[in-house]
């Protein structure tokens, strides 16, 4: 098509103005969410275990300066997080509540990945997201104060952001999972073997046709929800079976906010009319559909395509990089690969003094905590890092020493095999964010299936 025909059709997709109750809930529900989790993350000892109990943090790599505040600040630091959330719910000073949670949270999430999981980037992004959006013009303190950013409308990409992002990322979860030990149900059974405990469901459970039902249903879940409530004539099926699918993963794999999370963005879907009697009653409904072109109309419509881009093309790197995912973490994370395989390992580590051929067995128990021990027994980056942290550590001492691993991994239940090259000083090797590491050893997943 041409880009005069283009152009016209872009602008009236994203800067068409429509009714803006479903933006206004959604801040609401978001604020009390993050408060919720930044509050909830001290009360539960979430904050004990991940940042004020170990001696240090894995960081993401190149993030290294970045650890926890010392002593009990984190506390604080977390308090104040769920300050900025409330502000965020009652719209008070939205914007820079916004942009600082987003910063605290990024934080966070940058200076630790032994508690990663994919719910946590999605909540860094959507933060990112919502400090753009005009979400405090009605029913927050900002608009009670200052009545002239009072407004009934909102921009039409305000709504279509957060759709063709679940859409990718729903998407990509759904693929991920058409590989055959999910398929087989090997993984839906080991996955509920760990909650055989359970009062009352924990034997149901363990039911041959409840695995399959967790397999097909999340592949066929994730690859049909969005479609499905974008046609009216789905829409409603498609949200109780949300509120099912959603309500089971929080009880069975307590997942945190995400779940409530998810189920928020329902408000998208649905007709203005229907937020507003149901949340917004004295609210009017804005009808007037015009189209206002902002001054940056270009440059947003810029960023806009870039940012889409990059979450397209950061889930499929790992397909560029040798061997399975699965087994080297290589282009796991950022991908939308959610509890996709059971990996189990056996590891140790060896420093040996180069002077003297003295080998020194490390006890990581001295080092980790139970949490770190299992993150440094089967992922890659975290065993380099921890390798070039006993390496500074001996420096210290005097010596100059290498740092040797001795790895079994088992995926998925799997016979054990040999992880990591035991003939490689991994404290000695450079790290890679684009390529495969040769001291993985090759994994043969693909050949057993």
């Not at 030990?181 to 149901?204: I, N, P, R």
């Not at 889409?308 to 973490?329: A, C, G, M, S, Y």
Request: hydrophobic share 45%; charged share 20%; with cysteine.
């Amino acid at each position: 098509m041409p880009l005069n025909l283009l152009e016209p059709i872009m602008n009236k997709f994203l800067f068409k103005h429509i009714d803006n109750s479903s933006l206004i809930v959604f801040r609401i529900c978001f604020g009390a969410l993050i408060f919720l989790e930044s509050f909830g993350a001290i009360l539960t000892g979430w904050v004990k275990r991940t940042l004020i109990e170990p001696q240090f943090t894995f960081n993401f790599i190149g993030f290294d300066w970045l650890q926890p505040l010392p002593g009990q600040w984190m506390y604080v630091y977390y308090f104040v997080m769920a300050i900025f959330g409330f502000f965020v719910m009652v719209g008070y000073k939205y914007r820079l509540s916004m942009l600082s949670f987003t910063l605290l949270w990024a934080a966070t999430y940058a200076m630790q990945k032994s508690s990663y999981n994919n719910h946590y980037y999605f909540l860094m992004i959507l933060s990112a997201i919502m400090v753009f959006l005009p979400a405090h013009k009605y029913a927050s303190i900002d608009a009670k104060q200052n009545p002239n950013i009072k407004s009934l409308s909102m921009p039409n990409w305000c709504r279509w952001i957060f759709i063709i992002q679940l859409f990718i990322l729903y998407t990509y979860a759904s693929i991920a999972k058409t590989y055959p030990d999910w398929l087989d149900t090997t993984v839906a059974e080991l996955l509920m073997k760990s909650k055989k405990h359970y009062v009352l469901v924990g034997d149901l459970l363990q039911q041959k046709v409840v695995h399959y039902f967790v397999a097909y249903g999340g592949i066929l879940f994730d690859g049909l929800i969005i479609p499905l409530l974008l046609w009216k004539p789905t829409r409603k099926i498609a949200f109780f079976a949300s509120i099912f699918f959603h309500l089971f993963n929080s009880f069975i794999f307590q997942v945190g906010i995400f779940p409530y999370l998810s189920l928020s963005f329902a408000l998208f879907f649905f007709e203005p009319k229907v937020i507003q009697k149901l949340f917004l009653k004295r609210k009017p409904i804005y009808s007037k559909e015009q189209i206002v072109l902002p001054n940056y109309t270009n440059l947003f419509k810029t960023v806009f395509v870039l940012y889409f881009i990059v979450q397209i093309i950061l889930p499929l790197r790992h397909h560029f990089i040798k061997d399975n995912v699965l087994w080297t973490e290589e282009g796991h994370r950022l991908s939308w690969r959610m509890m996709l395989r059971s990996k189990s390992g056996n590891t140790s580590y060896r420093v040996i003094d180069k002077a003297t051929k003295k080998v020194i067995q490390i006890n990581l128990n001295d080092f980790l905590t139970k949490k770190q021990i299992r993150s440094a027994s089967s992922k890659p980056d975290v065993m380099w890092q921890f390798s070039k942290r006993l390496k500074r550590i001996y420096t210290e001492k005097g010596m100059d020493v290498e740092v040797h691993i001795r790895s079994y991994i088992s995926i998925n239940g799997r016979q054990s095999r040999r992880f990591i090259d035991p003939n490689i000083d991994i404290a000695s090797v450079k790290w890679s964010h684009f390529k495969h590491h040769d001291w993985i050893l090759p994994s043969n997943l693909d050949e057993n299936n």
